[in-house]
T-cell receptor, first 114, second 113 residues
Framework: GEDVEQSLFLSVREGDSSVINCTYT??????LYWYKQEPGAGLQLLTY?????DMKQDQRLTVLLNKKDKHLSLRIADTQTGDSAIYFC??????????????FGKGTHLIIQP | DSGVTQTPKHLITATGQRVTLRCSPR?????VYWYQQSLDQGLQFLIQ???????AKGNILERFSAQQFPDLHSELNLSSLELGDSALYFC????????????FGPGTRLTVL
């Protein structure tokens, strides 16, 4: 199966860390992505991780990958109001035959409380 | 701005009609992908073209078709439209295929009445 699952909502206080979780089912997935979608806008690639990595850090963003549990998380440090958006987890096997298209989760709405 | 452009931004049409959505990839990108985003189905991959040839198919209906032209722009044709086809249609592009990063356009919002 190719389902990618995320919780629909996450509410955090401004300045706290946000942790958005994702589970995927396809063990052959080679690349896992986090995209951000702001209201009325397209998708912006935030970061990605190869399946042979456990962690990737990029400024305020930290991605953790647990291959055994097929669990991916995105941590946003010092969450700001500008981080309010929908965050999508996506996977790609990157081997053709339909696998070039990304499989997305339903997205997590990140709500920032002042 | 991702460098991917899509026209039109909004489209309102009636059931049974046919529409064409257009996408221009980033300069230098050879792959174009089409995705559909709807409330009930979420974001779904429809189809991919690479350098003018169809490379991969996802959940694309038979009423839908696409092509990529020699100048690398792509068109998605939706025919015999139904109410359930109302959605945001995104185009993305990448340099090649497989593991290459996909850059998304702003989308075309289609409303079928």
């Amino acid at each position: 199966g190719e389902d990618v699952e995320q919780s629909l909502f996450l509410s955090v206080r401004e300045g706290d860390s946000s942790v958005i979780n994702c589970t995927y089912t396809d063990s052959s997935s080679t690349y896992l992505y986090w995209y951000k979608q702001e209201p009325g806008a397209g998708l912006q690639l935030l970061t990605y991780i190869f399946s042979n990595m456990d962690m990737k850090q990029d400024q305020r963003l930290t991605v953790l990958l647990n291959k055994k549990d097929k669990h991916l998380s995105l941590r946003i440090a010092d969450t700001q109001t500008g981080d309010s958006a929908i965050y999508f987890c996506a996977e790609s096997r990157g081997s053709g035959g339909g696998a070039d298209g990304l499989t997305f989760g339903k997205g997590t709405h990140l709500i920032i409380q002042p | 701005d991702s460098g991917v452009t899509q026209t039109p931004k909004h489209l309102i049409t009636a059931t049974g009609q046919r529409v064409t959505l257009r996408c221009s990839p980033r300069s230098g990108d050879l792959s174009v992908y089409w995705y559909q985003q709807s409330l009930d189905q979420g974001l779904q991959f429809l189809i991919q073209y690479y350098n003018g040839e169809e490379r991969a198919k996802g959940n694309i209906l038979e009423r839908f078709s696409a092509q990529q032209f020699p100048d690398l722009h792509s068109e998605l044709n939706l025919s015999s439209l139904e109410l359930g086809d109302s959605a945001l249609y995104f185009c993305a592009s990448s340099v090649g295929y497989g593991r290459d990063e996909q850059f998304f356009g702003p989308g075309t919002r289609l409303t079928v009445l």
